[in-house]
């Protein structure tokens, strides 16, 4: 069979949904990973395999998107052998447990029982705004009853005001302490690192995983391997170009009043 060249230059959820969709074809594959502002860390520092790809760094800024069965560039999950649906499925909820078993982190926090996740992104735009986000999260709070809260964000203001808010309501939080950002492309390899922690500590949370944005590939990840995502911005993103063959139901799309599907 073909090897497949994989190219990933985003941010690390971006490139784990592309090495999931590369490893699911159960070809040879060429990583190239580069080492740039969007991830400025090599692959062998983020783990502690290869998963049986060739792989090379490389310091370039981008590379052009593409999807085609032997040359794979792309951001969201894609079925690049046109498997049946539940085979795709079931490998790539494979390929996602392989790749976050395989981050060189060993240390991470780790929420109670009745956990609910945040993935609040700020540095990014068009996501949904702050008090909106709360009141949505409000109500999945009163749905799910949580305990405990991890909180995953890029924004250390963010993170004071949301732990400040659960920890008035009795519902204890962790996070996990690295290097936080300023703006979209602050960052570092501790920073990389700290994302590894980040999608470790949130697939413990048994109850779900609230997200600013439809367009979390953090989220991806964490689908991929059963824990149900909460949306409170629905941006379109969430049935773009194959991630609705992977991701066919149970997305909620939260309003400030109401939950519906999507």
Same mark, same amino acid.
């Given at each position: 069979m073909q090897e497949i060249c994989c190219q990933v230059f985003e941010g690390l959820g971006n490139r784990i949904n592309a090495i999931a969709s590369a490893l699911v074809t159960g070809r040879s594959i060429h990583l190239w990973w580069a080492v740039n502002k969007h991830c400025p860390i090599q692959f062998e520092r983020v783990f502690r395999h290869s998963f049986g790809m060739r792989v090379t760094n490389e310091d370039v800024v981008s590379?052009?998107?593409? #999807?085609?069965?032997?040359?794979?560039?792309?951001?969201?999950?894609?079925?690049?052998?046109?498997?049946? #649906?539940?085979?795709f499925q079931d490998r790539m909820t494979t390929a996602y447990r392989q790749i976050l078993d395989a981050f060189w982190i060993t240390e991470w926090a780790k929420p109670g029982p009745r956990a609910l996740g945040i993935a609040y992104r700020h540095h990014l735009e068009g996501?949904?705004?702050?008090?909106?986000?709360?009141?949505?999260l409000q109500n999945v709070i009163a749905e799910q009853r949580p305990l405990h809260v991890h909180l995953a964000t890029d924004s250390l203001e963010i993170r004071t005001q949301i732990d400040s808010r659960l920890t008035e309501i009795g519902i204890g939080v962790t996070t996990n302490e690295y290097p936080l950002m300023s703006h979209d492309f602050d960052r570092s390899s501790a920073n990389v690192l700290g994302m590894c922690a980040e999608l470790k500590s949130l697939a413990c949370c048994e109850l779900g995983v609230v997200a600013n944005s439809t367009r979390s590939t953090v989220a991806d990840s964490l689908r991929g391997i059963g824990v149900r995502p909460y949306f409170t911005k629905d941006d379109g993103w969430h049935r773009y170009k194959g991630r609705d063959h992977l991701f066919e139901a149970g997305v909620s799309v939260l309003s400030a009043r109401m939950t519906k599907a999507a």
């Amino acid at each position: 069979m073909q090897e497949i060249c994989c190219q990933v230059f985003e941010g690390l959820g971006n490139r784990i949904n592309a090495i999931a969709s590369a490893l699911v074809t159960g070809r040879s594959i060429h990583l190239w990973w580069a080492v740039n502002k969007h991830c400025p860390i090599q692959f062998e520092r983020v783990f502690r395999h290869s998963f049986g790809m060739r792989v090379t760094n490389e310091d370039v800024v981008s590379y052009k998107y593409c #999807r085609f069965p032997s040359h794979l560039c792309w951001f969201y999950p894609q079925n690049l052998d046109g498997l049946p #649906r539940t085979v795709f499925q079931d490998r790539m909820t494979t390929a996602y447990r392989q790749i976050l078993d395989a981050f060189w982190i060993t240390e991470w926090a780790k929420p109670g029982p009745r956990a609910l996740g945040i993935a609040y992104r700020h540095h990014l735009e068009g996501v949904d705004t702050f008090d909106h986000f709360w009141k949505c999260l409000q109500n999945v709070i009163a749905e799910q009853r949580p305990l405990h809260v991890h909180l995953a964000t890029d924004s250390l203001e963010i993170r004071t005001q949301i732990d400040s808010r659960l920890t008035e309501i009795g519902i204890g939080v962790t996070t996990n302490e690295y290097p936080l950002m300023s703006h979209d492309f602050d960052r570092s390899s501790a920073n990389v690192l700290g994302m590894c922690a980040e999608l470790k500590s949130l697939a413990c949370c048994e109850l779900g995983v609230v997200a600013n944005s439809t367009r979390s590939t953090v989220a991806d990840s964490l689908r991929g391997i059963g824990v149900r995502p909460y949306f409170t911005k629905d941006d379109g993103w969430h049935r773009y170009k194959g991630r609705d063959h992977l991701f066919e139901a149970g997305v909620s799309v939260l309003s400030a009043r109401m939950t519906k599907a999507a």
